[in-house]
């Protein structure tokens, strides 16, 4: 089943950063978007998940035309449809990790999996405030309240960003085994190429043009 599709996209500010990008990802798969800082790839990844809306073309989720939807509409597929891992936690301050957690999961509906916790290795630490977590502690909270929420589309800018190359290894499997038993898939921005090359498919944005590598 095809989940995203974005045809002759193009976005600028002051100077185009990219045009006539055409991409297109099924249940299952995974993407991974490369690039040297600054080419543009977390501006690439808010259009693809509705976050910022592109100069010309269009992108699908699950075959609507995202920046043609009613509000209300959109904001129902960003709730229920949608998880969106970003460089910052976004985490509620004032809460222990575990309260995070519980909030996702009732606006959802749905279970914290306790499992999330041990693989990523943060089930010790669960109950203390978000403040006395580390960065990375703080970062695979984040992408457990995202997969809590049970999305079908999953964008995630940087995830590993503040971890260990072995952490990092176990939130990608993590998402990788979610994508194949959730029937969802994964939009991952990353300068780690090695991580990337993991994906099914994979783009380098590059002097404006993504270039298929994988």
Do not use: W
């Amino acid at each position: 089943m095809q989940l995203l599709n974005a045809t002759n996209l193009s976005h600028s500010f002051e100077y185009p950063l990219f045009s006539g990008l055409d991409i297109t990802l099924n249940t299952h798969e995974s993407m991974a978007i490369i690039g040297t800082s600054g080419s543009g790839k977390s501006t690439l990844l808010h259009i693809l998940s509705s976050l910022l809306e592109p100069k010309e073309g269009q992108v699908k989720l699950f075959g609507k035309d995202i920046y043609t939807l009613k509000k209300k509409e959109l904001v129902k597929m960003r709730r229920y449809d949608l998880g969106m891992v970003f460089q910052s936690h976004y985490l509620f301050k004032g809460f222990s990790a575990y309260e995070n957690l519980e909030v996702a999961a009732q606006l959802s509906g749905n279970e914290i999996n306790e499992e999330y916790l041990k693989t990523l290795k943060i089930d010790n630490v669960i109950h203390q405030k978000v403040t006395e977590l580390s960065g990375g502690q703080q970062q695979r909270v984040s992408i457990v309240r995202v997969l809590t929420k049970k999305p079908k589309l999953i964008f995630a800018d940087e995830p590993t960003g503040n971890l260990d190359k072995f952490s990092s290894a176990e939130v990608f499997s993590l998402f990788n085994e979610y994508i194949k038993k959730e029937e969802a898939a994964l939009v991952l921005v990353t300068h780690e190429e090695t991580l990337a090359m993991q994906c099914d498919h994979v783009y380098r944005l590059s002097e404006r043009e993504l270039i298929k590598v994988k």
